[in-house]
Nanobody, 127 residues
Framework: QVQLVESGGGLVQAGGSLRLSCAAS????????MGWFRQASGKEREFVAA????????YYGDSAKGRFTISRDNAKNMVYLQMNSLKPEDTAVYYC????????????????????WGQGTQVTVSY
């Protein structure tokens, strides 16, 4: 089992930055690939970023590439999403997600590959 709790969301002006954190508990964090997804009001869930077990490989959705950076600290059971150059269209609830322990998939952009989800943290980017 793993429990995920996101934090760091809030209100920021366009062009600003925000750093989201995801705290994992319950063990096996270092054996789980991790991802960030977001869901804007009235829209379907969208892949943002993913990171493998060791942190050596990262992947980004088209809208995030070049602006967002995913990272992890296995010693602290934490995963982060640094968001720079924020745009109003980035406004959404951001969710941290974990694949099953030891599970790997090339379909890291698909939400169904993730077994555990946090409650989400709201990010609002104003003009």
């Amino acid at each position: 089992q793993v429990q995920l709790v996101e934090s760091g969301g809030g209100l920021v002006q366009a062009g600003g930055s925000l750093r989201l954190s995801c705290a994992a508990s319950g063990g096996t964090f270092s054996r789980r690939n991790m991802g960030w997804f977001r869901q804007a009001s009235g829209k379907e869930r969208e892949f943002v970023a993913a990171i493998n077990w060791s942190g050596g490989s990262t992947y980004y959705g088209d809208s995030a590439k070049g602006r967002f950076t995913i990272s992890r600290d296995n010693a602290k059971n934490m995963v982060y999403l640094q968001m720079n150059s924020l745009k109003p269209e980035d406004t959404a609830v951001y969710y941290c997600a974990a694949m099953g322990a030891g599970h790997s998939s090339s379909s890291f952009r698909r939400s169904y590959e993730y077994d555990n989800w946090g409650q989400g943290t709201q990010v609002t980017v104003s003009y």
